[in-house]
């Protein structure tokens, strides 16, 4: 079973900037769509980014639109996340996930593997 592996969480302060890192060296960039999600206290998993199959096109759900960045290193295998201006409603747990079947990664559904999760707190 390949395993993705999160990290880079922490605590900020609002406003502030975090960079996450996901480590996928037993996945072949060609063949998933991969993405970042979150949970959130009192919240269903959502996602956060997503990035087409191929690495060309990025989806950001517009709580995060223009603040976030998803972004993949093929040759690394190492998958990110740069989050800006970061809000306190940015509290959650943050996961990076793959997808085998579909060109996107954005639905928790058709999700296949799932990092463990990396803790982010927003606050004063």
């Known amino acids: 079973q390949p395993r993705l592996v999160d990290s880079g969480g922490g605590l900020v302060q609002p406003g502030g900037s975090l960079r996450l890192s996901c480590a996928a060296p037993?996945?072949?960039?060609?063949?998933?769509?991969f993405g970042w999600f979150r949970r959130r206290p009192g919240h269903e998993r959502e996602v956060v980014a997503g990035?087409?199959?191929?690495?060309?096109?990025?989806y950001y759900p517009a709580t995060v639109n223009g603040r976030f960045t998803i972004s993949q290193v093929d040759d690394r295998h190492m998958l990110y996340l740069q989050m800006n201006d970061l809000k306190e409603e940015d509290t959650a747990t943050y996961y990076c996930a793959a997808c085998r079947t579909y060109l996107w990664c954005r639905n928790p559904n058709d999700v296949g593997y799932w990092g463990p999760g990396t803790q982010v707190t927003v606050s004063s």
């Open positions: 037993e996945f072949p960039f060609n063949g998933f769509s």
């Open positions: 990035i087409k199959r191929g690495g060309k096109d990025t």
